[in-house]
């Protein structure tokens, strides 16, 4: 059975760091896309970056600030965001695929989600 397992977030101040944690179990992930996505109250779930094999894709309200990295059997994906802003505050989400995707749509397994609060 196909797990992914977010974990890492809280509240943390406008300007603060925090690094975000999927565990992935269930199947090989190796091949596949890891995407990260967020879902802010009353709005719709948005990309925020995704990694294949070692090729990184972000959305440009988060490039230069977030990073996501993983091992090479993505059996964890991180993302390690930075300069946090209080509109980065959502629920945030790991999503896996098999092929190239930046639409929440496309993405077969999702984890529960982790709570990201950014004070100003």
């Known amino acids: 059975q196909v797990q992914l397992v977010e974990s890492g977030g809280g509240l943390v101040q406008a300007g603060g760091s925090l690094r975000l944690s999927c565990a992935a179990s269930?199947?090989?992930?190796?091949?596949?896309?890891m995407g990260w996505f967020r879902q802010a109250p009353g709005k719709e779930r948005e990309f925020v970056a995704l990694?294949?094999?070692?090729?990184?894709v972000y959305a440009d309200s988060v490039k230069g600030r977030f990073t996501i990295s993983g091992d090479s059997a993505k059996t964890t994906v991180y993302l390690q965001m930075s300069g946090l802003k209080p509109e980065d505050t959502a629920v945030y989400y790991c999503?896996?695929?098999?092929?190239?995707?930046?639409?929440?749509?496309?993405?077969?397994?999702w984890g529960q989600g982790t709570q990201v609060t950014v004070s100003s």
């Open positions: 990694i294949i094999r070692s090729n990184t």
């Open positions: 269930g199947r090989t992930f190796s091949n596949y896309v």
């Open positions: 999503g896996a695929r098999r092929f190239y995707s930046t639409s929440y749509r496309d993405y077969d397994y």
